[in-house]
């Protein structure tokens, strides 16, 4: 008996990707940062969208739509986010709130599917002001003081004033309704290559790893570049450089399978091109969704610290600044995500865990989530050159509005 269920437009989803495309065009990607106009338009389009899906939102006072149905029956919470990084890819978030929209436009006007599809943008995923400012509002972890204290990493502008600026000021923030939706579900881009090179069209998400990070620093003696006998130097710099080379000789002996970890960020004092530095700090984080895996790298990066110092010359010292629980996926929505995957893309898919953080990950503490990807070209993503092709985007919003289905219909 041939399927008659209502498929996602995909003509109609590529054009909606390449409006928002066209919102802060950077290259072949975009630069679009948190409530920059380009940002601010982007809000403004979903807004006007809203409607066409039967729903009725306005942005908050943190910068979130949740686009909500009066129509009786379970809601399915969907969404992702609208911003980008700096210069930037044009699918990295907008590409699952598009799904979403288009999720909520074919099963809310569908009579043979319980409840409705309710769509949400949640504000900077990327981390201009914070971390997960948006969906951490909404899951109720957020306080004044935090918005207060945020300031964009970029600019070191005040999050107050951009909220004054976006016409945001002293709007309510919206929070969860307990017991409303019956779980939450995000599409993205991989933004790896596990499913290119597999020639996969799905990736089903499993679990999205945490992610911890640390301060490493190293005391030395700050003195003459051209006086100082090598012999009697205290370099924090070259200190430094040693432990980075020891973490990736002694990590993966103590690593699990899909561990990664990255120094991101190094700073040498006082960074002059004539003097030894006296003090180093490099940031540093490590990803994975196992917690006892991440305790025994915590354990060895302390214990070669104290091996630093004891040592010598120089001293170091380990300071966790994050802790990120990964969150783990529900089973019933990984389901209907396969079932639909086997139905339209014939079973090329696989589950795998997300090696980036993700708003799911917020949603997960409060409700049933899952998440869908798409095929990333190249793998490449916080980047301009950034992309999909376009039949594996419409592939991966008539799998998600089925998925979705399934799920408001078991």
């Known amino acids: 008996m041939p399927d008659t269920h209502p498929r996602a437009n995909g003509e109609r989803v590529l054009a909606d990707l390449n409006a928002l495309r066209a919102l802060g065009t950077y290259k072949s990607g975009v630069h679009k940062p948190t409530f920059s106009e380009p940002h601010r338009q982007s809000l403004d389009w979903l807004v006007q969208k809203l409607p066409e899906a039967g729903l009725a939102g306005a942005i908050d006072g943190i910068g979130n739509i949740v686009g909500t149905s009066s129509k009786p029956g379970p809601k399915l919470l969907v969404g992702s986010h609208l911003e980008s990084q700096n210069y930037a890819g044009w699918l990295d978030g907008p590409l699952g709130v598009v799904y979403a929209l288009e999720a909520a436009r074919v099963l809310n006007a569908d009579h043979s599917v319980k409840g409705a599809v309710e769509v949400a943008a949640w504000c900077d995923e990327e981390g201009h002001f914070g971390s997960f400012l948006g969906s951490r509002s909404y899951v109720g972890q957020v306080t004044e003081a935090e918005i207060d204290a945020a300031r964009d990493r970029t600019n070191g502008r005040a999050m107050r004033d951009a909220l004054s600026d976006m016409g945001l000021a002293g709007r309510p923030r919206i929070t969860v309704e307990p017991g409303r939706h019956v779980g939450y579900v995000e599409a993205h881009i991989e933004q790896g290559d596990t499913l290119e090179s597999g020639k996969l069209a799905i990736g089903v998400v499993t679990s999205i790893v945490g992610i911890w990070q640390y301060r490493i620093t190293f005391i030395g003696e ?180 089925d998925a979705c289905r399934r799920i408001l219909n078991r």
């Not at 200190?239 to 960020?265: H, N, Q, S, Y």
């Not at 540093?284 to 917690?291: A, E, S, W, Y």
């Not at 629980?325 to 898919?349: T, V, W, Y």
């Open 222 to 401: 700050q003195n003459h570049a051209g006086t100082t006998r090598m012999a009697v130097r205290k370099d924090a710099g070259l200190a430094l450089a040693k432990f980075c080379v020891a973490i990736d000789e002694r990590f993966p002996a103590a690593c699990g399978p899909r561990t990664v970890w990255t120094t991101g960020r190094i700073t040498l004092d006082p960074g002059a091109p004539s003097i030894i530095p006296g003090g180093a700090e490099m940031l540093f984080q490590i990803r994975d969704d196992n917690p006892a895996v991440i305790a025994r790298l915590e354990e060895l990066l302390r214990t070669m610290a104290a091996e630093a110092s004891a040592k010598g010359p120089c001293t170091a010292n380990v300071e966790k600044i994050r802790t990120g629980a990964p969150a783990m996926m529900n089973a019933d929505i990984q389901d209907a995500i396969e079932a639909a995957s086997k139905e339209l893309a014939g079973g090329r898919f696989i589950r795998m865990p997300s090696g980036a953080g993700h708003d799911a990950q917020m949603l997960a503490t409060i409700m049933p989530a899952g998440m869908l990807f798409v095929p990333s070209i190249g793998g490449i993503s916080h980047h301009w050159t950034e992309n999909t092709a376009d039949a594996d985007i419409v592939t991966g919003a008539q799998i998600f509005v």
